[in-house]
């Protein structure tokens, strides 16, 4: 079944404005106009993103819905996916969260706006932990995008993280998937967007 509803989730310090955010909307927007596309902002809580969109995607039809994540958002899409049963797209997923991020508790700045700031609590890693979501079920439901060449997350971690589901591996590439546009075709080919 083609999918109608399609949500997009940032990675920590990141934003909607994120490059590859505003790349798949444009491309959503462009040769998928009938799909209904949400990338909210993400509170730096855990447990508060997940309740945002929990309530925003409530309506949803669970058989035609998708879900792509990027590094912290790959984790939330991980979560969403085994939730709502839907197909999901992660891009450099981050797989450990709150061992990750334990570091960064503190005052932290918004990677595309310097001047706003943000405060990640110390609390928020229980919140992280409490989201793992275990193995995946129905791994055919995921695609990961993962780069050997990613300077924050290992990608052996990442990849064994999905055993089953279809991962493209990237020899080099980079966190943020600098070459993202050479792979979006694999990324909609996944999605399977009306």
């Not at 920590?12 to 909210?40: E, N």
């Not at 879900?67 to 899409?77: D, I, P, R, T």
């Not at 997923?93 to 001047?115: I, M, S, T």
């Not at 792979?183 to 080919?189: E, G, K, S």
Request: proline letters at 7%.
């Amino acid at each position: 079944m083609a999918t109608t509803h399609l949500l997009y989730l940032h990675g920590f310090r990141s934003s909607p404005q994120s490059t590859k955010a505003r790349r798949m909307a444009a491309v959503v927007a462009q040769r998928h106009p009938a799909v209904h596309w949400w990338c909210p902002q993400l509170p730096p809580s855990p447990r508060a993103a997940m309740e945002l969109v929990t309530q925003g995607i409530s309506d949803w039809p669970r058989d035609r819905m998708a879900v792509v994540g990027s590094s912290l958002g790959g984790f939330y899409a991980t979560w969403v996916a085994q939730q709502a049963g839907c197909r999901a797209v992660l891009l450099n997923p981050a797989v450990h969260a709150a061992r990750d991020l334990a570091k960064y508790v503190g005052e932290q700045q918004a990677w595309h706006d310097p001047a706003q700031h943000f405060f990640f609590a110390p609390g928020y890693v229980d919140e992280l932990r409490a989201l793992e979501a275990g193995p995946v079920t129905d791994p055919d439901r995921y695609f990961a995008l993962i780069a050997k060449g990613d300077e924050l997350l290992d990608w052996r971690e990442m990849t064994a993280r999905y055993p089953g589901a279809r991962i493209k591996l990237l020899e080099g590439s980079d966190h943020a998937l600098s070459d993202f546009d050479a792979h979006l075709d694999d990324v909609l080919r996944h999605l399977q967007l009306a």
